[in-house]
RNA sequence: UGGGGCAUGGUGCAAUGGCAGCACACCAGCCUUUGGAGCUGUGGAUCUUGGUUCGAAUCCAGGUGCCCCAGCCA
């Protein structure tokens, strides 16, 4: 209809990757998603998961998952499934799964090859050795003894490698390139080195050795026809090796393109640190909804809608200007999910900071159910009844004995509409011998059922509650940021100084009879709070709701400006 | 210091030689049975110096600042 309304995503990747097509460079499209089996993915990975994925999907071509086995020591199967487990989650399709051990066997093959053509040689020199000769940036590096090793010697060399007859560290397989190029990674880099132990995940003790990064990456996006391979800016001054094999070996030449990767602010992304929060106890586990890990935003209500859209807004490019690449404003990002949520969820009504109002004038033993819309946002969401009685909790923020300025709600005198109910009128408050407030007193208008007053009359305040006969109790988990600091991450240790000492606060609430044992999982909007989440530690005696995020509170604006 | 990158409001991204725009945040207002949501509006940016051009965020040259690279990690 509209033919030029659409208006497609555009940026560098999409259109080198259009180019390509255009020239005929590639015929298809193919990427993959090489993500390493040595931890849970975050946020961060998101990104890069969006853009493998979405391109090839674009481009009626086809995502291919690859996990990144290459090293023994750090990889574990249990990341494995962890990982296809919240890839799928955020709505991720790929066509195949492979292993980067998959193509051990045909890798090796290759690298004697390389041997032959007099382009690769086992070099003997220590890891102490390799390093001291590598030069620096301003010194050319020294060239191995062996460089010039014949081939049948480096043939028979890498061979007994492979099997197993010499220990971890003697000996690498390495490419003949230029110990003097201006570039390190040009300098003879190593592609093979020897591993005995733990056995791999998949390979068990077949291999002794096992491939580097750039030998094995570039080589197996070769072996199955990838044609973009998108990865992050470091990888910039890797291209030219990524470049270098297969024209050496005359295979298929995959592109490589670079972009800056995702993080946020207020959190951290290092497996290292991260590890170190989970078995410090700092957070619960993994899983622990202030994680920045997807398993802990799953839990805490975020939506893998939200989440893409999130990545989606904030694009693509090649800014360089932190060695986290772009950093997002976790405000950003909690804007997305409200956004989302706002949309879809149902609303309900709880009471988190419980204060008991007791309205005199209603009869004793009176239940009314009370019609309460689910969301105002969707009519096809409906509506539910809502018990209403004498004696009903309200949130103890919605009352102030002396009002501050602008205080719209329930003080002495006021009257405010409780919402879907009556409008109430305080009139007395009971205190303790300490003085705190335990309840309220209030007298209501019959004439108000449902929240609107016949004669005309208007309130300035809509409050929520809870019919204290009718009310479930439940554990309300209240999240704020884990870190005090925008990047805790600057200094080894400083993450730990700047824990926020209240990013957990436990309250004991009410909430509406519908909510008395929600699905876990399920997410609603508490009325005039924020949104919820069904936490996978409730119980049928008490549900558990974590905050996920919370409404835009002006009045908390307001207030803490008044200050 | 050699090599590779990057510089646009507070933040993230556009503008592909032709009026610097969008989102989030911020501020003001409207509306409201959520002080929610929604709507309207204000303020605020091209790192710097020079050059080319009728015209430069964009092209050229110099400068400055920041990021990445000296793993047998990925």
């Given at each position: ?300 209500g975020?939506t ?34 409200r956004d989302d949520l706002n949309k879809h969820s149902l609303r309900r009504m709880a009471v ?16 009314e159910e009370m019609d309460a819309i689910n969301n105002p946002e969707d009519p096809s969401a409906g509506a539910r009844k809502v018990p209403f ?28 509409r409780l919402r879907y109910g ?28 449902g929240g ?10 809509t409050?929520h509650w809870v019919s204290?006969?009718h009310?479930q109790?439940a ?36 909430v509406e009879p519908h909510l008395a044992s929600p699905e876990?999982g399920s997410r609603f909007q508490f009325e005039r709070l924020g949104y919820f989440c069904a ?8 549900p558990?709701f974590?905050?996920t995020?919370?409404l ?12």
């Amino acid at each position: 209809m509209n033919p030029e309304e659409e208006k497609k995503p555009t940026d560098f990747i999409r259109e080198a990757v259009a180019e390509d097509l255009k020239s005929g460079r590639f015929s298809y499209v193919r990427t993959r998603l090489p993500p390493e089996p040595n931890g849970y993915l975050h946020i961060g990975h998101v990104k890069a998961f969006m853009i493998d994925y979405l391109i090839a999907k674009e481009n009626n071509g086809e995502l291919i998952l690859r996990f990144d086995d290459t090293n023994p020591t750090k990889e574990e199967t249990e990341f494995v499934d962890a990982i296809m487990e919240d890839a799928r989650w955020l709505g991720i399709e790929w066509a195949k799964v492979t292993y980067a051990s998959d193509y051990f066997d045909e890798l090796y093959e290759w690298a004697k090859k390389l041997v032959l053509m007099g382009k690769a040689y086992v070099d003997d020199q220590s890891p102490e050795e390799v390093s001291a000769n590598r030069g620096t940036f301003t010194e050319p590096g020294r060239n191995s003894p062996h460089r010039d090793r014949d081939v049948e010697e480096n043939l028979d060399l890498l061979e007994r490698m492979k099997n197993g007859e010499f220990p971890d560290g003697s000996r690498v397989l390495r490419a003949k390139i230029d110990m003097a190029h201006p570039n390190l990674n040009m300098r003879d880099p190593v592609m093979y080195r020897i591993i005995h132990e733990p056995p791999h995940h998949r390979t068990g003790s077949k291999w002794k050795i096992y491939p580097m990064y750039d030998w094995a990456h570039g080589q197996n996006d070769s072996m199955e026809g990838i044609t973009h391979s998108l990865c992050s800016l470091e990888y910039r001054d890797h291209r030219p090796l990524y470049e270098w094999f297969p024209e050496q070996l005359g295979v298929f030449k995959p592109r490589q393109i670079e972009f800056a990767r995702l993080n946020l602010n207020y959190t951290l992304m290092s497996k290292r640190k991260l590890r170190r929060l989970v078995e410090e106890n700092h957070v619960s586990g993994w899983d622990d909804p202030r994680m920045p890990t997807l398993r802990a935003m799953r839990r805490r209500g975020y939506t893998p809608e939200a989440i893409v859209e999130f990545v989606q807004r904030m694009g693509i490019s090649t800014v360089a200007t932190s060695n986290a690449g772009v950093i997002a404003d976790a405000a950003f990002l909690e804007a997305c999910v409200r956004d989302d949520l706002n949309k879809h969820s149902l609303r309900r009504m709880a009471v988190i900071r419980p204060l008991k109002v007791i309205i005199d004038n209603y009869p004793d033993d009176l239940v009314e159910e009370m019609d309460a819309i689910n969301n105002p946002e969707d009519p096809s969401a409906g509506a539910r009844k809502v018990p209403f009685s004498k004696v009903l909790y309200i949130e103890q923020d919605d009352f102030r004995e002396t009002p501050p300025p602008k205080y719209y709600r329930l003080h002495p005198g006021n009257e405010v509409r409780l919402r879907y109910g009556y409008f109430i009128k305080c009139t007395d408050v009971v205190k303790d011998a300490d003085g705190n407030i335990i309840e309220v007193h209030a007298t209501y208008d019959p004439a108000t059922k449902g929240g609107d007053s016949p004669d005309g009359r208007k309130v300035k305040s809509t409050i929520h509650w809870v019919s204290a006969a009718h009310a479930q109790e439940a554990e309300i988990r209240m999240y704020d940021r884990l870190f005090t600091k925008e990047d805790p991450e600057e200094g080894e240790e400083g993450f730990l100084a700047c824990l926020n000492p209240n990013s957990l606060e436990i309250l004991t609430g009410y909430v509406e009879p519908h909510l008395a044992s929600p699905e876990i999982g399920s997410r609603f909007q508490f009325e005039r709070l924020g949104y919820f989440c069904a936490d996978k530690d409730s119980t049928s005696e008490k549900p558990v709701f974590n905050l996920t995020v919370n409404l835009k509170d002006t009045w908390a604006k307001l207030e803490k400006k008044a200050k």
